[in-house]
């Protein structure tokens, strides 16, 4: 029997009307399990009707029986704008039922709160959050106590963070007051389907696993195009890398193919830089930013632009990686490596999100490392190899929250029921009684619950602090950014960018645009549109996604085996030619690779890879080549930075990626004493070591903040300016904050087994250790490039040499193409304008014949005025004085060093100081003097806020 046969006849003549007379393998196989009530998993592909089978039979039973007034269905979402999506596409199926919909989370009104407390909708759609706020709820808690269905949506979201936590014992809150009740998840992408289940149903029921994941087809290919000419002139005039300007010339290209193109990248900066080169290319071109800083207004008609199809392309981050209805999404682009399986298969599978539609993604590597770190992803994409999920165990902060709540909920609970409730919760099944109590006793200790014979119950405090406390996102300022002509809000700022860097008259990029700050008010920044396209990119709290160890580990396996062929003489091209028909990537991204190892292999005899360290030292620098993740590098890194600082009684610097660790001494670096360091270490030596240091790092005291704002014992809006955080770290000594604060990092930030595991393979020699040194005219090797220019705040990577010929091409065409307009300093009646490449080699004045010339900006007077006045003998102002000053500099320059310093000059944002310090090297060719013009421009272009020359 077919499985929508099964359905009570009152559902099933709406099936045609939208679309769903065929049921798609998700909901053939889901379908009958629900109906037989039993509680279920359900994984399958976007697009493929998984909700419909969760809700057609839920509502199908539903409809069977008359209820009383309560919600009867309880559907909840990560995300708000999952919510009000989601109540769009369900009021038709309500209105052709005569079911009752609506929605409640932090940005539903008063006036609709008031109407669901006087008339509850049977399904209600909410966030995590909000469940949370109503379960205490005294009139809203009544309607609770019918709920018969839960359905959690994108559930792979929930389960590994604080916020899946939270509901986990939510849920068993609501099944005190309302009963057992029956749970469907929802979800494309999970990696350990059990853990997931267990986290759905808790410990104490039953769960059938519905895994359709094979029912949808994907497509997957990595590029990596290389700059042209064109492309460096293009970098030209967006101030960016060629290579960028490569990748957004096939971007665009993409988005003029395809009628819609969704491009995902890993951070909200990387948006806004992509969205402000996007507009400086092309200011009318259809295309717009989403990403979770923007006000819910913008992000809201970005959405809405990109369903109608008046967009050709929104570039977001993960805030439209669930499944937001945004219309026929017919390609993504992944902007840069995803980092991890489960996120590329949940970004690509927003494409083609029709049922038996194919989802199509392109990913856009950005350098060798991302090339191959994206071709093993997506390989393991398409064969669904996804990270295991790691569900969040027995987090403090959330038991106090929740410890909390269920005070609120009972005038009075004893302690007993209150750990066989939480128990019941995948998550704390092992709590302990003992650990339960301390939290209680913390949470006494501030004043917020009463605590005594075998009881605790609500004190008057507890309130607030439940309920300003509903969030488990870390929580910062954030500060609201307003258009001061318009009034609308455009989006939020974070306080550290705002406090470090923000002031009057400076320019960011928010929404892709440019914005002046006008003023900065106690909780609001006004702006107005700016002409200056270079804006700061603000800095919002967010970190990049960990690269998982088994990705890293498979792209030291694929060095490895390219480096075999390379030494046995296959030519670049064949062992590109070679990877392209093991993995889903273009030839020319995976030559780019391939030559890497070719250049490596000329610079080194040893090659870091799955089962081989190689130690570099390079002037003050030791490179860790070691290609085993983020989180393992991260946890080795300041293992081994603890171990060197102590040996060489100073700080050392410290840079990771997941496949080198960078060390920065105080003196020229060895590499035996980090292969010393390496050797001595013990595999039971690393917990001790992390636990000595880790608590007197930033990260532990900033954490620390954020947990204990969790647990009450620091005000959610205290002002973290006035706070000592070694004093309150210390304060913290030996209570659950600061072990909640340590598990937090050892889950999310450090993988110390696994490290265990590594350190003892290099004691046992089953993980290889090599050395190299490098002097100061050999440079470091290939591999090394990216670390260090990180870790040196040398800019961005190295450009790829064969598309550097263009690149200096083009910059040296722009220097001798600059006007310039030239003033002698000697006679003060004579200037002239020309283009730099007209002028000889020492340019002299046509009036007296000196050489004493200095430049003037064409855009101000104010300059040749003050150098008049300079030369007349008049009483000068302190700034007229520092532009005489700085014309006296460059005059200088010119004197000595002629059309030279003219071309150094003619650079975006060099000055005579910077000039200077160009022009006293000894550069090998001329090449090399571009690339130190080139160098400059980069710097300037990062840190011009701070510039005064």
Request: hydrophobic fraction near 40%.
């Amino acid at each position: 029997m077919n499985a929508f046969e099964l359905l009570h006849e009152s559902v099933r003549p709406a099936l045609g009307g939208f679309g769903l007379s065929e049921p798609t393998e998700p909901q053939e196989l889901a379908i009958p399990a629900i109906l037989e009530k039993k509680n279920v998993l359900l994984i399958a592909p976007t697009g493929t009707g998984k909700t419909e089978a969760a809700l057609l039979p839920v509502l199908s039973s539903y409809m069977k029986q008359e209820w009383q007034q309560g919600v009867k269905i309880l559907y909840i979402a990560p995300l708000r704008a999952l919510n009000r999506d989601m109540l769009a596409r369900l009021t038709r199926w309500g209105n052709f039922l005569g079911v009752k919909m609506g929605v409640r989370h932090g940005d539903t009104s008063t006036t609709e709160r008031r109407k669901q407390l006087e008339h509850p909708p049977d399904i209600l759609i909410t966030t995590p959050e909000t469940l949370q706020a109503i379960l205490p709820g005294r009139r809203i808690r009544e309607h609770l106590r019918t709920v018969r269905w839960v359905i959690v949506d994108e559930i792979h979201e929930l389960a590994e963070d604080k916020r899946g936590a939270q509901l986990s014992i939510g849920l068993e809150r609501l099944a005190e007051l309302a009963g057992e009740f029956q749970r469907i998840g929802l979800s494309a992408t999970i990696g350990s389907p059990e853990t997931v289940a267990q986290f759905l149903v808790g410990t104490k029921r039953q769960v059938k696993i519905i895994d359709a994941t094979v029912a949808k087809q994907m497509k997957v290919r990595v590029e990596s195009p290389m700059p042209t000419k064109e492309d460096a002139e293009l970098a030209d005039k967006l101030f960016a890398e060629p290579t960028m300007a490569a990748r957004l010339r096939r971007l665009r290209g993409l988005m003029d193919k395809h009628t819609s193109v969704l491009t995902f990248v890993n951070t909200r900066e990387a948006a806004e830089t992509l969205g402000s080169r996007m507009r400086m290319w092309d200011a009318g071109y259809p295309v717009a930013v989403h990403h979770g800083s923007l006000a819910k207004e913008v992000r809201i008609e970005a959405e809405e632009k990109f369903r109608d199809a008046k967009l050709k392309g929104l570039i977001c981050t993960s805030s439209m990686e669930l499944g937001i209805d945004i219309g026929a999404v017919d390609l993504v682009a992944q902007y840069m490596s995803p980092r991890q399986v489960t996120r590329l298969v949940q970004r690509v599978g927003r494409s083609g999100h029709k049922i038996g539609r194919l989802s199509h993604g392109i990913v856009l590597a950005a350098n060798p490392d991302d090339v191959v770190e994206a071709a093993v992803i997506a390989k393991q994409a398409l064969a669904g190899k996804l990270e295991q999920t790691k569900v969040q165990e027995k987090s403090l902060d959330v038991l106090a929250h929740q410890l909390a709540g269920l005070s609120l909920d009972a005038s009075d609970v004893s302690l007993d029921a209150a750990h066989a409730l939480i128990t019941r919760a995948y998550p704390y099944r092992d709590l302990s009684k003992d650990g339960l109590l301390s939290v209680l006793q913390q949470l006494k200790a501030r004043g917020l619950v009463w605590v005594k014979d075998g009881k605790f119950e609500r004190r008057k405090p507890g309130w607030e602090y439940y309920f300003t406390n509903l969030s488990m996102i870390p929580d910062t300022k954030r500060y609201r950014i307003y258009d001061i002509a318009s009034r609308r809000s455009i989006g939020t700022l974070d306080e550290e960018f705002v406090a470090g860097s923000a002031e009057p008259e400076m320019s960011f990029i928010c929404k892709g645009e440019a914005w002046k700050i006008v003023s900065i008010e106690e909780d609001r920044v006004l702006v107005e549109p700016a002409g200056d396209p270079l804006g700061a990119i603000p800095a919002w709290e967010g970190e990049l996604i960990p690269v998982p160890f088994e990705v890293a580990q498979e792209v030291g396996k694929i060095r490895g085996e390219i480096w075999k062929r390379l030494k046995a003489g296959a030519s670049v091209e064949q062992v590109a030619g070679e990877l392209c028909e093991e993995y889903p990537i273009e030839e020319g991204a995976a030559a780019w690779f391939s030559r890497q190892m070719e250049e490596q292999l000329k610079e080194s005899q040893h090659l870091p890879t799955d089962n081989q360290l190689v130690i570099e030292a390079y002037e003050q620098f030791a490179v860790l080549h070691a290609c085993f993740g983020s989180l393992v590098n991260e946890t080795l890194a300041r293992v081994l930075a603890a171990l060197l600082s102590s040996r060489f009684g100073a700080s050392v610097g410290v840079k990771i990626d997941p496949y080198r660790i960078a060390f920065k001494f105080p003196l020229i670096a060895k590499p035996e004493l980090v292969e010393q360091s390496l050797g001595e270490l013990k595999p039971e030596h690393i917990e001790g070591i992390l636990q000595l240091t880790l608590g007197d790092s930033s990260m532990f005291r900033w954490r620390l903040i954020h947990v204990a704002k969790r647990f009450g014992a620091i005000k959610r809006d205290a002002d973290l300016s006035r706070i000592n955080l070694r004093r309150i770290a210390r304060a913290f000594e030996g209570t659950p904050i600061q072990a909640e604060t340590m598990r937090e990092i050892l889950l999310e930030k450090l993988d110390v087994a696994r490290t265990k595991e590594i350190v003892g393979l290099i004691q046992d020699r089953k993980i290889k250790l090599a050395t190299i040194a490098r002097i100061h005219d050999q440079g470091p090797t290939p591999l090394s490039w990216p670390v260090l220019n990180e870790l040196a705040s040398a800019g961005e990577l190295v450009v790829p040499k064969r598309a550097e010929r263009e690149i200096l091409l083009a910059l040296k065409d722009r220097l001798h193409r600059k006007e310039v307009r030239l003033f002698c300093m000697n006679c003060c009646k004579w200037s002239t304008s020309t283009r730099v490449e007209r002028l000889p080699e020492f340019p002299t004045c046509g009036n007296c014949g000196a050489r004493l010339l200095t430049t003037l900006p064409y855009e101000s007077r104010e300059m040749l005025a003050a150098i008049k006045k300079y030369a007349a003998g008049k009483r000068m102002k302190e700034s007229e004085k520092k532009l005489v000053a700085r014309a006296e500099n460059t005059a200088a320059l010119i004197l000595a060093s002629g059309k030279r310093a003219l071309i150094v000059l003619a650079a975006r944002g060099v000055g005579p100081k910077t000039a200077s310090r160009i022009l006293a090297y000894q550069f090998r060719d001329e090449d090399d003097f571009c690339r130190a013009i080139l160098q400059a421009e980069r710097l300037y272009a990062r840190t011009r806020q701070f510039w005064s020359d």
